[in-house]
């Protein structure tokens, strides 16, 4: 089973990057960034099946935070975060994981950096107070209409 770990570091050229062009640096960066060396200790990376054991805790421990930040989705807490979070630990040992979770941040930043636009910012708070004023009109209607009654109280049904 190959999950990228397994490969070593690369020692070209491309470690003396600083003179070369932008596109060299870049093609030098994604090089580096395209292997991926398991963060187990050495000990662990000497033994087969040690290594095996030690990828399999990682994949569980990371599926339970990830499992974990769903359901916080749903239920109080920092969902997004333990999902991140268990991302990360994955990307400690497998190349694939590093890739997405390096994916994942060139998003959030291209999206913060977007929503930093004056455009867009206006958009949103357009579109935020428009919603309030909806939100405001169906809350006053229902109490013109009912009063502070709770729906489930409501008389003559």
């Known amino acids: ?36 060396v398991s963060k187990a200790p050495a000990f662990i990376k000497a033994r087969r099946g040690l290594h095996l054991s030690w990828q399999v805790g990682v994949f569980v421990v990371g599926l339970a935070v990830i499992a974990a930040g769903v359901a916080m989705l749903v239920l109080p807490g920092p969902g997004w975060v333990a999902i991140f979070a268990g991302l990360a630990i994955w990307a400690t040992e497998f190349a694939w994981a590093h890739l ?17 636009d004056p455009k867009v910012r206006r958009r ?21 209409k009912y009063g502070l009654v709770l729906p489930w109280n409501l008389k003559g049904q």
């Open 1 to 36: 089973m190959n999950t990228g770990s397994d490969r070593g570091t690369n020692d070209s050229a491309s470690d003396d990057s600083t003179a070369a062009s932008a596109s060299d640096a870049s093609r030098a960066h994604d090089e580096t960034e395209a292997t991926h």
């Open 100 to 116: 997405v979770l390096r994916w994942t941040k060139r998003k959030v930043t291209e999206a913060a950096q977007k929503a930093l």
């Open 124 to 144: 949103n708070l357009i579109l935020t107070g428009t919603g309030l004023v909806i939100a405001g009109a169906l809350i006053g209607f229902y109490l013109w």
